[in-house]
């Protein structure tokens, strides 16, 4: 695979192309002409994640097969939306690239920061008033919701890192990681006691609830994104259960082994991987 030195604007509107003949209310395909924005959204997500595979995985091919079909969706919405005439591909792109330049007046005009504290505060004041432009009103109306665009169908684990943020605009954030740490056992404690003194299972959900929110607050606070952290801790485990089943070669699920057995083989698959981490230095 060879890296183009240019945008190639032909396969573009091959893409273009394509996306209207799949559309064509005559000779389109049944199932293309069927969606929506709402019933591709789900596939959209699925395709999201798959580009974090490939970038987990660090194979730029398959990443670019990936990109290739989430530029696709892009494009099959644009054309729903030519369709209704809202906009297009092209309305998508200008309104992007006004955005962009927008955001980055140090970099497409005079303006200078001295600091990239100072920056990152102008891009959140240009932000704030893109979103008052979107609303009509004052940021700092008394009646506003200061989360109102953070939107709820997002994964609640990405949008708890957007709400710490924008709390953190006005001061109400942690200045160091240890205190956040603190919070994070505090609220372990507190499933614990829940758990306990028998409050039930909604009490239960609240207080684990509050516990996954420092948790995501701690990794904030770290700098870590903690969607990425738990996708890849997802694959992680998915590994390691793979290979304790190839080590007690199980090969059904009703399989029954007790927990010294299971424990042994989950630590030799922990020093595989030491072994195999140290051998790839």
Not at 129 to 137: I, P, V
Not at 244 to 254: F, P, Y
């Amino acid at each position: 695979m060879t890296q183009s030195t240019q945008i190639n604007s032909d396969a573009v509107q091959e893409l273009l192309e394509i996306m209207s003949q799949l559309r064509d209310p005559i000779n389109g395909c049944p199932w293309d002409l069927k969606q929506t924005w709402q019933s591709l959204f789900s596939f959209t997500l699925e395709e999201v994640y798959e580009v974090g595979a490939a970038i987990d995985a660090n194979q730029p091919a398959e990443l670019c097969d990936e990109l290739g079909d989430l530029l696709f969706q892009i494009v099959f919405y644009s054309q729903i939306a030519k369709e209704q005439g809202q906009f297009d591909l092209n309305t998508v792109a200008e309104s992007i690239c006004k955005k962009m330049i927008r955001r980055h007046p140090h970099v497409f005009s005079a303006k200078k920061y001295a600091t990239e504290a100072e920056q990152k505060a102008d891009w959140e004041a240009i932000k704030q008033r893109e979103r008052e432009q979107k609303t009509g009103s004052k940021s700092d109306s008394v009646n506003q919701n200061h989360f109102a665009d953070i939107l709820q169908n997002q994964p609640a684990l990405m949008r708890s890192v957007k709400l710490k943020k924008r709390a953190a605009m006005f001061g109400f954030d942690w200045h160091d990681w240890q205190p956040v740490a603190e919070k994070v056992r505090e609220e372990l404690e507190e499933v614990i006691e829940s758990i306990n003194n028998n409050q039930g299972k909604q009490r239960v959900e609240e207080e684990v609830g509050d516990l996954l929110l420092s948790v995501a607050n701690l990794a904030n606070q770290l700098k870590v994104e903690p969607e990425n952290a738990l996708r890849k801790a997802n694959n992680k485990f998915e590994r390691r259960v793979n290979r304790l089943r190839e080590i007690l070669q199980i090969n059904e699920d009703d399989s029954d082994f007790d927990d010294e057995t299971l424990d042994q083989a989950w630590q030799q698959v922990k020093a595989e991987e030491r072994i195999n981490n140290n051998h790839s230095l």
